[in-house]
């Protein structure tokens, strides 16, 4: 089954940014599927963030609009979600994986923490 391994994570402050990279064990795995960005706080379910269809259409929570984006390069197997004006409520644990049905095996996720 395809993995996938995030990275890129940290900790800013409040208002800083980061940009984290996920990357598929699979060639094809990225730019065969519409792919997303998940995160998981302490406590909480596991959300969608954002998606990024094969066209390049993307989607965003709207908590997370005008702040962030997705991208991807399929020649990498690679995608990316360029985070700013970060916010102490954006701390959880992110991870990639096919929309809607997660079919990569979930990697191990890049903790972003942002503090006030």
């Known amino acids: 089954q395809v993995q996938v391994m995030e990275s890129g994570g940290g900790l800013v402050q409040a208002g800083g940014s980061l940009r984290l990279s996920c990357v598929a064990s699979?060639?094809?795995?990225?730019?065969?599927?519409?792919m997303g960005w998940y995160r998981q706080a302490p406590g909480k379910q596991r959300e969608l963030v954002t998606t990024i269809a094969n066209s390049g259409r993307a989607s965003y929570l709207d908590s997370v609009k005008g702040r962030f984006t997705i991208s991807r390069d399929d020649a990498k197997a690679t995608v990316y979600l360029q985070m700013n004006s970060l916010k102490p409520e954006d701390t959880a644990v992110y991870y990639c994986?096919?929309?809607?049905?997660?079919?990569?095996?979930w990697g191990p996720g890049t903790q972003v923490t942002v503090s006030s």
């Open positions: 699979r060639r094809d795995f990225v730019s065969a599927n519409k």
């Open positions: 994986n096919t929309v809607p049905n997660g079919e990569g095996t």
